[in-house]
């Protein structure tokens, strides 16, 4: 279904129900009012809870092929533009539910408000995996393709995630390469970190290795994960974003998606190729400098 500039306006009214709802709960426990305290928390799971439902069923409809493509087109570039505006209540939900776990609470509500904090970042996190795809739909991606050493981004994507992969018990490392390809490096970094990202996210012990090696004409930029993998029938779908497959993901496969089509933008292809139980290999295919 085609998103409407009044969809996009009830989105941000329930974005703003959720602040107003924090709001109420920080004066009620200034207050010492219990029944302001309630209020807040039922207005505030409302507000984000119908948002967060209302941002994946626009994102959905963003980005599945329709008949009427210009209309497609359209509703995309609208999201991207409006971004700025409904990223604004989404970041003063996170700052008023950061506040509020800040104060001295009973623990039953403190469990509710790390579950709202919770929920606040997830939105937070969709919404802008929403914003980025939007944005590579509507053309608003500049590339600086030139020539350019591969082992660098390879380093960067790699120590940007080492962290993360070490509080997940994963391991993550990279093969050092001095292969010469054609890319924007900026561009070409945030592809190799949503991927990386993605391995992790689908990985629950062993880890990923990093690397890149000759194939004729192109460059290989290869990620193999010892993930779980997928189906057969789940890898036509494997840069399809809010597949079955990744709807236990906090950006609903948005991110690899977005990468897939950067990649084609920079004039090369993704390819993803897995089998259950033995991990997924994430190929990128660049032009050789």
Known sequence: MPIEAARLRVLNWLLLLGVAGIVVVVAGLMADVDIMVWLGLIAAACGIGLAWSGLQADGAAAIVPTPQDAAASEDVRFISTAGHDLRQPI??????????AAHPLPENTRKLVGQLDEAAAALSELFEAVIAYAKVESGRVELAV??????????AAVAEHLEDAHERDLHLRQVASGILLRADPVQLQHVLSAIVQHALRT???????????RRGAWAAIELWDSGNGL??????KALTPFAASWQGLPDRGLGLAKAAK????????????SRPGRGSLYRILLPRA
């Open 91 to 100: 970041q003063a939900i996170s700052l008023f539910a950061a506040t509020l």
């Open 262 to 273: 950067v990649v084609a933008l920079m004039g090369g292809q993704m390819q993803v190729a």
């Open 231 to 236: 189906q057969p029938e789940q890898l036509d």
């Open 146 to 155: 030139q020539s350019m050493p591969v082992g660098d981004v390879l380093a």
């Open 203 to 213: 990985t629950a012990r062993g880890g990923a290795v990093l690397g890149c090696r």
